[in-house]
């Protein structure tokens, strides 16, 4: 577990609540590449977008490969409690 996703802008915040994100790639027979990489920004920013928060906290990650007769799907999973910054 990290302990954000970003760097802790301010330290008065509000915890908006939990959320998880997602970006994933395809590899057809394994090696070529058809769609772009995983990307932890990505994850991480759908996270956080999804409950119009600032910054991620108490962040978990883990990666799923799924192997299939025509390729691989990687799957970067992000969850965390998503935070919004107090003016």
């Known amino acids: 577990m990290e302990p954000q996703a970003r760097i802790i ?13 997602q970006s994933s790639s ?12 995983i990307d932890y920004d990505r994850a991480v ?7 119009r928060g600032d910054n991620l906290i108490e962040v978990q ?3 799923e490969r799924q192997y299939w007769i025509v390729g691989m799907v990687e799957i970067l999973h992000v969850k965390g409690k998503v935070i919004q910054y107090e003016k």
């Open 61 to 63: 990650t883990w990666l």
């Open 26 to 37: 395809f590899n057809l027979l394994w090696i070529i590449p058809v769609t772009p990489r």
């Open 45 to 51: 920013n759908e996270a956080i977008g999804n409950l």
């Open 9 to 21: 802008e301010n330290t008065k915040y509000r915890i908006l609540g939990d959320s998880e994100g």
